[in-house]
Each structure stands twice: as structure tokens, then as C-alpha cells.
Antibody, heavy 116, light 112 residues
Framework: EVQLVESGGGLVQPGGSLRLSCAASGFTFSTYWMSWVRQAPGKGLEWVANIKPDGSTSEKYYVDSVRGRFAISRDNAKSSLYLQMNYLRAEDTAMYYCTTSQGAYWGQGTLVTVSS | DVVMTQSPLSLPVTLGQPASISCRSSQSLVHSDGNTYFNWFQQRPGQSPRRLIHRVSNRDSGVPDRFSGSGSGTDFTLKISRVEAEDVGVYYC?????????FGGGTKVEIK
């Protein structure tokens, strides 16, 4: 059974940092492009970042609103995906989902709240 | 960025009746590899999104055959042949050909 389990969300002050993690199992993680997608409360879905299967620096993509503040990475040996989020803003408040890049598999999400 | 425009925003349907959702992209979704990376997702209340259809018309495993996808280029449609109570939720189209990958705004399906 495919599982994606996110962790690391929580309440953080504006300007703060958080690191999200996603533990994958049940599929060959190292062969999939992986992504983070977020959903602000009561809003639609927004793609945040993508990373190539081998995790190469040249094949990471970010939506404009997070580029320079967020960093996606992966550890294929641990079948894990990460999202380092720095300089957080109120508008980053959302449920963050770990997913394969074409959306075949999704986690349950981890909630990030940016507020003073 | 590619803009995905879904319609309608809200879709009240009678149980057992058909339903149709449209999605239009601002540019062609045909990838240089010849594939069209266009997907449909269902998000039931309080749940994570679930992919229903990938590459325009391919049903994902476990998806009932009452769901079907069609279209090409920039115009796509999701059809539900006979709506059931479990189909209530928000449906999103998504293009995966370009970066950033973008979602439509969503269509809320509810029972009349």
C-alpha cells in the first residue's frame, strides 16, 4: 500500500522557519518526481515545488511566491522528501501536501500556520 | 504561467443524473514528448485530493467507470455518467506539462 506521511507543521511567527518532512513507502520513491502542494484555508490547490528523482540541484522548480525562501530536497536512501521554509509570511498559512509530481499519490497533509 | 479556467464554479446535481465539468487552459498542454499531462482530481470534504483521471482520459486504479475524461489541446471535460452521493466534493483540473504546474479554481459538486 502506498503511503505518504507528512510531519513538521505547526504554528510559527512571521519571519520564522519550519522544515516539513514526508516519509514515503509502498512505491519506488527514487524513480518519481516529487512535489509539495499547498491549500490555504477554504481555498484551492497551489503547486509549491518539484524535485527530480535524483534530487539534482538543476532540476528543482518553485512557484514564484516561494522562490528564494523555500527549498525542496530529498533523501532517496530514506525515501523521504523535505521542504525547508524560511522567512515565512502570513500568506504561507496552509495545509501542505506531499505528492508525486502528477498527483498519483497524496499524503494527509501537515498544517502550517504563520501568525504572531 | 498557464491559466486553467474551470466551469461551472458550482454544480448542483440530482442523484442518478449526469454531470459535466469543463476546463480550459491558456495554452496547449501537449508536451514535447507527445503526451498531454492533464489530470482531474476529486477532493471530498475533509480529505486530501485524489486523482481520478490522468493524461486526459486514463482512469486511475479504483476509480468508478462512471467517471470519464476527454479533450485535447486546450479544452477538456470531466463527465460523471450518474452522480452518486459519494461524488460530493470539489473537483480540480490540473496541468502538468509546464512549470509551474497549475490547478483550476475548482468546481463544487453538491446534491440538489
Amino acid at each position: 500500500e502506498v503511503q505518504l506521511v507528512e510531519s513538521g507543521g505547526g504554528l510559527v511567527q512571521p519571519g520564522g522557519s519550519l522544515r516539513l518532512s514526508c516519509a514515503a513507502s509502498g512505491f519506488t520513491f527514487s524513480t518519481y518526481w516529487m512535489s509539495w502542494v499547498r491549500q490555504a484555508p477554504g481555498k484551492g490547490l497551489e503547486w509549491v515545488a518539484n524535485i527530480k528523482p535524483d534530487g539534482s540541484t538543476s532540476e528543482k522548480y518553485y512557484v514564484d511566491s516561494v522562490r528564494g525562501r523555500f527549498a525542496i530536497s530529498r533523501d532517496n536512501a530514506k525515501s523521504s522528501l523535505y521542504l525547508q521554509m524560511n522567512y515565512l509570511r502570513a500568506e504561507d498559512t496552509a495545509m501542505y501536501y506531499c505528492t508525486t509530481s502528477q498527483g498519483a499519490y497524496w499524503g494527509q497533509g501537515t498544517l502550517v500556520t504563520v501568525s504572531s | 504561467d498557464v491559466v486553467m479556467t474551470q466551469s461551472p464554479l458550482s454544480l448542483p446535481v440530482t442523484l442518478g443524473q449526469p454531470a459535466s465539468i469543463s476546463c480550459r487552459s491558456s495554452q496547449s498542454l501537449v508536451h514535447s514528448d507527445g503526451n498531454t499531462y492533464f489530470n482531474w482530481f476529486q477532493q471530498r470534504p475533509g480529505q486530501s485530493p485524489r486523482r481520478l483521471i490522468h493524461r486526459v482520459s486514463n482512469r486511475d486504479s479504483g476509480v468508478p467507470d462512471r467517471f470519464s475524461g476527454s479533450g485535447s489541446g486546450t479544452d477538456f471535460t470531466l463527465k460523471i455518467s450518474r452522480v452518486e452521493a459519494e461524488d460530493v466534493g470539489v473537483y480540480y483540473c490540473m496541468e502538468g506539462t509546464h512549470w509551474p504546474q497549475t490547478f483550476g479554481g475548482g468546481t463544487k459538486v453538491e446534491i440538489k
